[in-house]
C-alpha cells in the first residue's frame, strides 16, 4: 500500500501563504485536490514524475506552484495570495503507475489518497 503523510495546513489570512508538502512511500505521478463542504473533490495541481511539467487549475494557476523533490519523495504545494474561496480540504494523490511526464487531472485516475489537511482562509 502506497502511504502518503501531509502536513502544511492551518489558518491564514485572505493574501496570505502556506506550502503543504505530502511525503510518499516512493516515486508516482502526484499532485493535489481539495474539497470544501457540500462540493466534489477538484483537481488543483500536479506535477510529474520528473519534476519539470506541471499541471494547474484554473483557480489555482499564477497563485499556486507546485513542485517535487524526488530524493525525498516529496511534494510540495506553495499557495500564495490565498482567498476564502480557497477554504477546503486538502489531499495529497498518487497514481500507481504512469510515465515519467504523466499528469494527474481527474480523480477518477487517482490509486493513493492523503488523509488531507485543512487550509482555512478567513479575517
Known amino acids: 500500500q502506497v502511504q502518503l503523510v501531509e502536513s502544511g495546513g492551518g489558518l491564514v489570512q485572505p493574501g496570505g501563504s502556506l506550502r503543504l508538502s505530502c511525503a510518499a512511500s516512493g516515486r508516482y505521478p502526484m499532485g493535489w485536490f481539495r474539497q470544501a463542504p457540500g462540493k466534489e473533490r477538484e483537481f488543483v495541481a500536479s506535477?510529474?514524475?520528473?519534476?519539470?511539467?506541471?499541471r494547474y487549475a484554473d483557480s489555482a494557476r499564477g497563485r499556486f506552484s507546485i513542485s517535487r523533490d524526488n530524493a525525498k519523495n516529496t511534494i510540495y504545494l506553495q499557495m500564495n495570495s490565498l482567498k476564502p474561496e480557497d477554504t477546503a480540504v486538502y489531499y495529497c494523490?498518487?497514481?500507481?503507475?504512469?510515465?515519467?511526464?504523466?499528469?494527474?487531472?481527474?480523480?477518477?485516475?487517482?490509486?493513493?489518497w492523503g488523509q488531507g489537511t485543512q487550509v482555512s482562509v478567513s479575517s
Open positions: 506535477v510529474a514524475w520528473n519534476g519539470v511539467e506541471t
Open positions: 494523490a498518487a497514481r500507481y503507475s504512469g510515465s515519467m511526464y504523466y499528469l494527474l487531472r481527474a480523480v477518477d485516475e487517482i490509486d493513493y
